[in-house]
């Protein structure tokens, strides 16, 4: 495996997990890193529809030099970001590794000045995101049915207090 390389983020986010986690920003030079993953995780090479946005973040998180998960997000607009993707390998979940990367998206978001903070999930393939979003105070503010995914599409919405929240 590679050895992880990036900024760190918020030193108290990956305290959420039960492993030793290191979770760090990387660019699209990682982009290979990530696309393994999400096969691994998915089972599925679509990870978004373009890398060309504004504001692009990409968190990998490791956990000693093993890569075990990833989160990527986006500008969805000038005061909403767009968590698009992002998941656990199969024999580290259930370790708080998703609410680590969460924890570190957010504080990144709020760091760079956004009002609010969104993501979608689909509760019926992914329900673990369903739970952890009701768990964390997020509202549901879309729900909807995709005849692309076969399932219910929830979005989730955490609004910013103050900036730096």
Known sequence: MEKHRG????????????????????GL??????????LEIFDDEHIIKTFERDDLLILLACSGSTEVGFKIGYQLNATTFYSA????????????????????????????????FVYDTFPNKHPGMT???????????????????????????WTFDEPGD
Do not use: C, W
């Open 7 to 26: 900024r760190s983020i918020s030193p108290d986010a990956p305290d959420a997990a039960e492993v030793p986690l290191d979770i760090v920003e990387v």
């Open 29 to 38: 030079e990682r982009l290979d890193t990530i696309r393994r993953l999400n």
């Open 85 to 116: 993707k992002g998941g656990v390998r199969p024999p580290y979940r259930r370790n708080g590794i998703a609410r680590a990367l969460l924890y570190a998206m957010l504080h990144v978001v709020a760091r760079r000045g956004y009002d609010r």
């Open 131 to 157: 739970v952890l979003g009701l768990d964390e105070g997020f509202e549901v503010v879309r729900a909807g049915y995709s005849t692309q995914y076969q399932d219910y599409r929830l979005r989730f919405e």
